[in-house]
């Protein structure tokens, strides 16, 4: 059975940092592409940084210099790390699997930016 668990979600100033954290249970984590969406109430669910088993990064440009996605392959963990919050950034994060051909997703974390 493979679990996405996310956590480290809250509530942050602007301006301020978030380490969200994604681990997988179950075999092949490191030949994944693993990414993190996102989705603000009434939006759609939206890609924003990706990281292939090789470590090649991508990001969207309204995070590009702000965020950035890792992964730690012993611990079978994809990581976030969110600098310079701004209220836009308020949403649910997801993080995705891509194994194999078959789409995992975790259950998401809610991430508010506020004053």
């Known amino acids: 059975q493979v679990q996405l668990v996310e956590s480290g979600g809250g509530l942050v100033q602007p301006g301020g940092s978030l380490r969200l954290s994604c681990e997988v249970s179950?075999?092949?984590?490191?030949?994944?592409?693993m990414s993190w969406h996102r989705q603000a109430p009434g939006k759609q669910r939206d890609l924003f940084a990706s990281?292939?088993?090789?470590?090649?990064?991508d990001y969207a440009d309204s995070v590009k210099g702000r965020f950035t996605i890792s992964r730690d392959n012993v611990k079978n963990t994809v990581y976030l790390q969110m600098n310079n919050l701004k209220p836009e950034d308020t949403a649910v994060y997801y993080c995705?699997?891509?194994?194999?051909?078959?789409?995992?997703w975790g259950q998401g974390t809610q991430v508010t930016v506020s004053s």
């Open positions: 995705k699997m891509v194994r194999i051909g078959v789409t995992y």
């Open positions: 179950g075999n092949f984590f490191s030949i994944a592409t």
């Open positions: 990281i292939t088993s090789g470590g090649r990064t």
